[in-house]
């Protein structure tokens, strides 16, 4: 969770590797971005959600801020990698084998 405000910007990820607990709970984020936060970039990187059913309810990244940046993410056990709430977009995983695939390059446009 990424929350603050405007006292969070600029944050930079790099080669980040995420576990979450789709088990349990197939539905909250595993990186929430609270309102007026950002840019964040998160560049490369692996999220395995532990979804034992595929599906479009856990995402990887929510976004509620100013600006997300996702040059490059690969991910498992989803179908959703990017829920951009503010900017009314959801981006979905590109299946390469399986379970696995990756989240295509992201930058929040803004309409």
Do not use: C
């Not at 600029?10 to 980040?16: A, K, R």
């Not at 034992?52 to 990244?61: D, E, H």
């Amino acid at each position: 969770m990424l929350t603050g405000e405007s006292a969070v910007m600029g944050v930079d990820f790099y080669n980040t590797y995420m576990e979450g607990n789709g088990t349990v709970d197939n539905t909250t984020p595993m990186v929430y971005i609270g309102p007026y936060v950002g840019p964040i970039h998160f560049f490369g990187g692996t999220a395995h959600t532990e979804q034992t059913k595929l599906s479009s309810t856990k995402s990887v990244f929510e976004n509620h801020g100013f600006y997300l940046d996702v040059p490059a993410f690969e991910a498992v056990n989803t179908t959703l990698g990017i829920n951009d709430v503010m900017a009314g977009i959801k981006v979905g995983v590109w299946d390469f084998s399986g379970n696995l695939g990756t989240i295509p390059p992201y930058q929040t446009m803004r309409r």
